[in-house]
Structures are given as C-alpha cells and as structure tokens.
C-alpha cells in the first residue's frame, strides 16, 4: 500500500528556512506527480507546490499564488523522496503541511502531516 511520510517540521522564526521531506513507499515513485499541500487551522486544506513525473516528459513545477518565489519544490526519484525547500517564512505559513501523490488525474493519497510553526 502506498506510504507517505513528511519531516522537518518545526517552530522556526520568521525570515527563517525549513527543509520538507516526504519518503514515498508501495509505488513506482518516478511514475506520479507529487504535491504539497497546507492547511491552517480554520482553514481549507490549500494547494503550495506541485511537480510532475519525470520519466515520460519534462519536469513541470507550479506553485500556489502565494508562495512568490519563496519555496523550492525539487523530487529525488532515486530516493523516492520529494523536498519542499520554504525560505523568507511568515507567521501565515504556520500549517500542517501535507505531501500527497497523483496516482490518477487529482491528489488522491495524503501524508500524516508535519507541523510547521512561524513565530513572529
């Protein structure tokens, strides 16, 4: 079965970095597109970066609207692993952020979530 396990969350001050890690397993990894997503409390779960497959075509990387440059999303397809870089944090990046895989056209299998908190 698929398994999606985020790390490096934490309590970070604001202007500082952190470094998302989601560890995939159960899946042909390079075959799907990967995503992160975030959701703070009260709010809907919301789209941040997402990147293509790269075994039939070229890698495609979009970002939600807010991220403006901020954050990196970037997939070791050796390592099954896929990285959300976040830099220039701000208290409204506090969220559960969440990896998630594209097994068919949408999201459709989510991470446990890893606590992201800005101080400010």
């Given at each position: 079965q698929v398994q999606l396990v985020e790390s490096g969350g934490g309590l970070v001050q604001a202007?500082?970095?952190?470094?998302l890690s989601c560890g995939a397993s159960g899946l042909t990894f390079s075959n799907y597109r990967m995503g992160w997503f975030r959701q703070a409390p009260g709010k809907e779960r919301e789209f941040v970066a997402g990147i293509a497959r790269s075994s039939w075509s070229r890698t495609s990387i979009n970002y939600g609207g807010f991220v403006e440059g901020r954050f990196t999303i970037s997939r070791d397809n050796a390592k099954n692993t896929v990285y959300l870089q976040m830099n220039s944090l701000k208290p409204e990046d506090t969220a559960v952020y969440y990896c998630a895989v594209a097994q068919g056209a949408t999201f459709d299998h989510w991470g446990q979530g890893t606590q992201v908190t800005v101080s400010s």
């Open positions: 202007g500082g970095s952190l470094r």
